[in-house]
């Protein structure tokens, strides 16, 4: 069974970073694309960023570009999602979301589609607030 853990969240003022981790249990990480969501109140899950299962590609949601950094080790089935200059709008539950390359056949790819994600974490509170 794979097992996704975020942490790494909390409340920080305007302008603050975060770093947010994604520990993953029962299986070789560096076979599965991985991919951040962020979801606000009265709204479904948004991507904000993924990495593919060969780490050929990354992508970032057009708000979060140049300020967050999303980054993979493989030695400690990690990954993380570094966020500088936060702002009021990064406020959300922040849940990571995994799908396996070889199972899906999309090595090169990673989405934004919930529905292409198979283990989710349960999610970290982020709390940009002055």
């Known amino acids: 069974q794979v097992q996704l853990v975020e942490s790494g969240g909390g409340l920080v003022q305007p302008g603050g970073s975060l770093r947010l981790s994604c520990a993953a249990a029962?299986?070789?990480?560096?076979?599965?694309?991985v991919a951040w969501f962020r979801q606000t109140p009265g709204k479904q899950r948004q991507g904000v960023s993924c990495?593919?299962?060969?780490?050929?590609?990354?992508l970032y949601k057009d708000s979060v570009k140049g300020r967050f950094t999303l980054s993979r080790d493989d030695a400690n089935r990690t990954v993380y999602l570094q966020m500088t200059n936060l702002r009021p709008e990064d406020t959300g539950i922040y849940y990571c979301?995994?799908?396996?390359?070889?199972?899906?056949?999309?090595?090169?790819?990673?989405?934004?589609?919930?529905?292409?994600?198979?283990?989710w974490g349960q999610g970290t509170q982020v709390t940009v607030s002055s």
């Open positions: 029962a299986f070789n990480q560096d076979h599965y694309a």
């Open positions: 990495v593919s299962s060969n780490d050929a590609l990354t």
């Open positions: 979301a995994a799908f396996s390359g070889a199972a899906r056949k999309k090595y090169h790819h990673c989405t934004s589609f919930e529905s292409d994600y198979d283990y």
